[in-house]
């Protein structure tokens, strides 16, 4: 995590003030496997612990360590492969968050 020059109160401030509804932080158990799915939201993060794989139809899946990023518009199907340690990141959303009201 020493490559992460944000702390999760600025990314928060930060994704706000660009017009995303919610940041929250995601952890993942090791070795999780998410078949293709999609979300009725965007999805803008950046992993701060772990490595995941990440997979977006039409793209190579990408391999992510503790400060990379990636966004996923929504209803984009793709599907995510979780490391040996498993994987926590931090992602803002935007649009259709179950249980979620806009601007919230």
């Known amino acids: 995590m020493d490559s992460i020059q944000i702390s999760l109160?600025?990314?928060?401030?930060?994704?706000?003030?660009?017009g995303y509804d919610q940041v929250t932080q995601r952890?993942?158990?090791?070795?999780?496997?998410?078949?293709?799915?999609?979300?009725?939201f965007d999805a803008n993060a950046i992993v701060i612990q772990g490595e995941m794989v990440l997979g977006v139809k039409g793209y190579q899946p990408r391999r992510?360590?503790?400060?990379?990023?990636?966004?996923?518009?929504?209803?984009?199907?793709?599907?995510?492969?979780?490391?040996?340690?498993?994987a926590t990141y931090w992602v803002a959303r935007k649009g259709d968050i179950p249980g979620v009201a806009r601007g919230m």
């Open 9 to 18: 109160e600025q990314f928060r401030a930060v994704m706000l003030a660009a």
């Open 27 to 40: 952890s993942w158990d090791p070795n999780i496997k998410l078949e293709e799915h999609v979300h009725p």
């Open 64 to 86: 992510l360590i503790a400060g990379d990023t990636f966004h996923v518009l929504a209803n984009t199907p793709h599907f995510e492969e979780y490391g040996k340690d498993g």
